[in-house]
């Protein structure tokens, strides 16, 4: 699936994908494509988190597992969501791809009142969309600058 032609109007949609039985959220204009899983080629000396590098139609793109990131279960996974950051292409394996959805800012809790394991920073928020309640996650504050830097210096 391919996202890179979306316009404003699609800024309140949201890709929902699984982890761990749970249904996450992320913005559809932050997901340039879904692709079906593939194995990474493991990097020396990296963070526990990241599973190493995959070549994306000749571009070198770093891959995250999520679950790791966000302190989860480790599970097989079957496709990665590939996104842009400030510093180039990073992969997100993920277990499934659900669906994209419309999730109006009203809609968004951006300071939800409860304690979990995914640091808030990584969080927009909790939406509700059909009577569920999504966790909304900014892929953009996933990694620190420090983090990023060791990333995309290793695939630059």
């Known amino acids: 699936m391919d996202f890179s032609n979306s316009d404003e109007a699609d800024n309140d949609k949201y890709l929902l994908f699984l982890l761990g039985g749970e249904i996450y959220g ?22 526990d988190y990241f599973d190493g590098v995959i070549n994306l139609r000749g571009e070198i793109v770093g891959v995250l597992d999520l679950r790791r990131k966000l302190g989860l279960a480790a599970k097989s996974s079957r496709c990665q969501l590939i996104f842009s950051t400030r510093r180039g292409t990073l992969a997100a394996t993920v277990d499934a791809v659900q669906s994209v959805v419309s999730i109006p800012g009203a809609a968004i809790d951006r300071e939800p009142n409860v304690e979990s394991k995914i640091e808030q920073k990584y969080l927009i928020g909790v939406g509700t969309h059909e009577d569920r309640l999504i966790t909304l996650l900014d892929f953009q504050n996933l990694l620190t600058e420090a983090q990023l830097d060791q990333v995309t210096d290793l695939v630059g």
Do not use: T, W, Y
Request: proline content about 14%.
């Open 26 to 47: 992320v913005p559809l204009l932050g997901v340039k494509e879904v692709i079906e899983f593939r194995q990474a080629k493991p990097v020396p000396n990296m963070v």
